[in-house]
T-cell receptor, first 110, second 112 residues
Framework: KQEVTQIPAALSVPEGENLVLNCSFTDSAIYNLQWFRQDPGKGLTSLLLIQSSQREQTSGRLNASLDKSSGRSTLYIAASQPGDSATYLCSGAGSYQLTFGKGTKLSVIP | SQTIHQWPATLVQPVGSPLSLECTVEGTSNPNLYWYRQAAGRGLQLLFYSVGIGQISSEVPQNLSASRPQDRQFILSSKKLLLSDSGFYLC???????????FGPGTRLTVL
């Protein structure tokens, strides 16, 4: 059974800092790894999807990497902004279902 | 473009009452559909998924059920709510055979 762990559970950084969020998974036989953002009381917004055959994906200030052999993914956020404050979730995809970590709550301080 | 709707946005129900949450997707056909629950302090848990009309797979045994009466409509139901059913319910869709999932705005359910 897939288990996904996200460290740290919470992170507070000053505006402008670069930061890395970590995600680890136990079963390397994933179809893809997806990173989401969740604002309080809202649904999930898909940020990046990395297929199992890929190593990384980039969108704007976001870069996500995937290392299946070590069971790890990272989300790198460059030049953080207060608007980046949210909970970030990673998920590993099986044939139909996603297994989610509990998320990292990010606070970017102006 | 594709859009996913959920209603109601919030719901407060007494223990033992019935439940019906609705999810609809626009702009795509034959999507895979999913119901998740997010409880306080816990991660998202997949409850049901559907690959077609009338086809429902349950991931977690409980007093909830799901139905898919139309291609782009997914309904989550209960005959008698429990306190433990409180949570944030999210509907999601993906293109059939592909697993990038897109989520709706969610329904906040409080059972008193």
């Amino acid at each position: 059974k897939q288990e996904v762990t996200q460290i740290p559970a919470a992170l507070s950084v000053p505006e402008g800092e670069n930061l890395v969020l970590n995600c680890s998974f136990t079963d390397s036989a994933i179809y893809n790894l997806q990173w989401f953002r969740q604002d309080p009381g809202k649904g999930l917004t898909s940020l990046l999807l990395i297929q199992s055959s890929q190593r990384e994906q980039t969108s704007g200030r976001l870069n996500a990497s995937l290392d299946k052999s070590s069971g790890r993914s990272t989300l790198y956020i460059a030049a953080s902004q207060p608007g980046d404050s949210a909970t970030y979730l990673c998920s590993g995809a099986g044939s139909y279902q996603l297994t989610f970590g509990k998320g990292t709550k990010l606070s970017v301080i102006p | 473009s594709q859009t996913i709707h959920q209603w109601p946005a919030t719901l407060v129900q007494p223990v033992g009452s019935p439940l019906s949450l609705e999810c609809t997707v626009e702009g795509t056909s034959n999507p895979n559909l999913y119901w998740y629950r997010q409880a306080a302090g816990r991660g998202l848990q997949l409850l049901f998924y559907s690959v077609g009309i009338g086809q429902i797979s349950s991931e977690v045994p409980q007093n909830l059920s799901a139905s898919r009466p139309q291609d782009r409509q997914f309904i989550l139901s209960s005959k008698k709510l429990l306190l433990s059913d409180s949570g944030f319910y999210l509907c999601a869709w993906s293109v059939f055979g592909y697993n990038e999932q897109f989520f709706g705005p969610g329904t906040r359910l409080t059972v008193l």
